[in-house]
């Protein structure tokens, strides 16, 4: 332990094994560098997370999320974050209900059947990040990578790009995804999802920017349910059960173009860490 350690109170979350560690730099003023995030990240030498959160006071909401990525990136949105920042807020305040800054915008999250309910904002299908200004419609034409073509590019306050496959368990995601997260095509990167629909299902396996495979990605759940909807690939008008490797999302695309997002948000443990 160095000069420069301090030992630090955390806990750990998780929204469908999609992990997070959480720091309330409210009560332990914290600023963390990328090094640090990607140490603390990391299974073998630290606690290990594919996110890590950090919350702060806000003057426009109950409480800020920075939301970091395993490899220290910060990044605007978090689905299932959302819901872990949003259960333990409610825990702490006795609400049902509480608002979540972000750097993208302000969430609410509320208790629901399914655990935390959180409105993720609009779902935008323009690309303010790409500079050629893609939309779904245009990016689908050009865009090949070996099997996956054609994507739906849908922003929910971080960018996803969405391949609808006959079959996303036969893909090679591991392989694929990074090559697609760093293509030029992203100069921002890009989340990597690969889905297929079944009736009113979408079956959605991820590859996060800045944290490789995951076993549910919240956002990437609203962007594939907005993109068969969009595409009329999907039974339902509006409502969509996402399955993930770790369980199962509820999400809603609401009539003003926002989208909801429900499902379970878990306390793993808690502790202290040298950071
Ligand atoms: N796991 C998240 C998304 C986290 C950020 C993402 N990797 C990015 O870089 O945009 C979720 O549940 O939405």
């Known amino acids: 332990m160095t000069q420069d350690t301090h030992i630090v109170p955390f806990l750990k979350m998780h929204g469908l094994g999609n992990d997070f560690i959480i720091f309330d730099a ?10 640090q995030v990607q140490r603390l990240s990391n299974r073998k030498r630290s606690i290990g997370c594919d996110q890590l959160i950090i919350i702060r006071e806000s003057d426009d ?7 970091r990525n395993a490899n220290g990136s910060r990044v605007g949105a978090c689905g299932n974050a959302s819901r872990c920042v949003g259960l333990l807020l409610m825990q702490q305040l006795g ?14 999250a509320e208790a629901s059947d399914y655990g935390v309910s959180v409105n993720m904002g609009p779902a935008r299908t323009e690309w303010s990040e790409i500079p050629l ?14 099997d996956l073509k054609e994507p739906v590019c849908v922003n929910m306050g971080n960018p996803h790009a969405v391949f609808f496959v006959p079959d996303a368990e036969a893909v090679d995601l591991a392989s694929i995804g990074p090559k ?20 009113t299902s979408i ?19 609203c ?8 595409r009329g690939l999907i039974d339902n ?18 009539e003003d173009g926002t989208v909801e997002m429900a499902g379970p948000a878990t306390l793993a443990f808690g502790g202290e860490v040298a950071v």
């Open 26 to 35: 409210r009560r332990h003023a914290l600023d963390l560098t990328d090094a």
């Open 133 to 146: 200004e893609h939309d779904c419609d245009t990016l689908h034409t050009d865009f090949h990578m070996g």
């Open 95 to 108: 609400e049902s209900v509480v608002t979540l800054e972000t750097d993208t915008g302000i969430l609410t």
């Open 237 to 254: 008008e509006n409502k969509a059960t996402v399955k993930l490797d770790g369980g199962d999302l509820q999400i809603t695309w609401l």
């Open 61 to 67: 909401a109950t409480a800020f999320m920075e939301i």
């Open 180 to 199: 697609i997260e760093t293509h030029k095509m992203f100069p921002e990167g890009v989340n990597v999802s690969v889905a297929t629909v079944e009736g």
């Open 203 to 221: 079956r959605l396996r991820v590859f996060e920017r800045g944290a490789g495979i995951t076993e549910a990605c919240g956002t990437a759940a």
């Open 223 to 230: 962007a594939a349910a907005v993109a068969a909807m969009r």
